[in-house]
């Protein structure tokens, strides 16, 4: 799908996880590599088929489903320092051996790039007629990060922004996560178009109103925690308590997996809060 002049983004139905490719006038930049190095072999054919070859491979975060594609790509390997870092630490040779060995979607030489070239808060990438922003959030992760091009007006939130479906949280800092979409619902207005890490690509009053609904997710995720803490019950009874807010009603397996990772952060949050305001 062509969303500018020089973006296109590319998805598959496995969480609707999506990826971009960015054409420079002699580089390319993709943005996320998809779970499979076979998946990305597209966004290399994509690259190649307007002559050129892919010069940066930008990770917005650790997770496999970002950055599993990455051995199926050539080019410099670019991601926030704390990216790179879990990147290096998470996946041992022995574990990416057995799930080779599972999986016959992987090769047997599987290997997940590690990137070299790293930045603490922000860095741009002059990419020949383009520069793309590339700037730490870290809402979802510590070491979540958006790629933008103000050119064609896009901006690829990677997993900083869920839509229509229920976010992974196991790492996130949700407060901190709220101020983002806010900030990431104006910059998205601004510029046009927002790429999700997993969803739809958003254009016009969607921005707005998707956004919007994630953060109110998000946002009644955390009141709930804080409403439950204040009665003074245990947290793992708060965790278990039904009343969380859902995305949708369809609730697969893998849907009320990251529910509950988000019941899980919540109450973390609210309850470290509590026991620093009670000191
Ligand atoms: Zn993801």
């Known amino acids: 799908m062509q969303v500018g002049p020089k973006t296109y983004v590319f998805g598959v139905p496995k969480f609707e996880t ?6 420079g006038t002699k580089q390319v930049l993709v943005v996320d590599t998809l779970h499979h190095p076979s998946e990305a072999k597209v966004l290399k054919d ?7 070859e892919v010069g940066w491979v ?3 975060h650790w997770h496999g489903d970002h950055t599993f ?63 793309v922003r590339l700037e730490r959030w870290a809402g979802h992760t510590p070491c979540s990060a958006i790629a933008v091009l103000e050119q064609d007006g896009v901006v690829f939130a990677g997993d900083e922004l869920f839509v229509q479906c229920h ?3 196991g790492e996130a800092a949700l407060a901190r996560w709220c101020s983002n979409l806010k900030r990431l619902m104006d910059v998205g207005s601004d510029l046009g178009t927002v790429v999700p890490g997993h969803g739809p690509v958003l254009t016009g009053r969607d921005i707005r109103r998707e956004i919007g609904a994630f953060l109110s997710y998000l946002e009644g995720t955390l009141a709930t925690a804080s409403g439950l803490a204040a009665k003074g019950i245990a947290i793992e009874e708060a ?5 969380f807010p859902q995305i949708g009603c369809e609730m697969t397996d893998n849907e009320i997996r990251m529910r509950q990772s ?18």
Do not use: N
Not at 18 to 23: D, N, Q, S
Not at 262 to 279: F, K, P, T
């Open 167 to 169: 976010p992974w949280a």
């Open 46 to 52: 994509a690259a190649e088929s307007q002559g050129r």
């Open 69 to 131: 594609g990455g051995q199926a790509l050539d080019g410099l390997f670019v991601s926030s320092d704390k990216c790179a870092e879990q990147v290096q630490k998470r996946f041992s040779r022995e574990q990416l051996g057995r799930l080779a060995a599972q999986d016959p979607r992987y090769p047997a030489d599987f290997e997940v790039r590690i990137p070299s070239i790293t930045f603490s808060d922000a860095m741009t990438i002059d990419i020949g007629g383009a520069c």
């Open 18 to 23: 999506k990826a971009g490719v960015i054409l």
């Open 239 to 243: 965790m278990a308590y039904p009343g």
């Open 58 to 60: 930008f990770y917005t």
């Open 262 to 279: 988000s019941i899980e952060r919540a109450c973390h949050e609210i309850w470290e809060l509590q026991s620093v305001r009670g000191l």
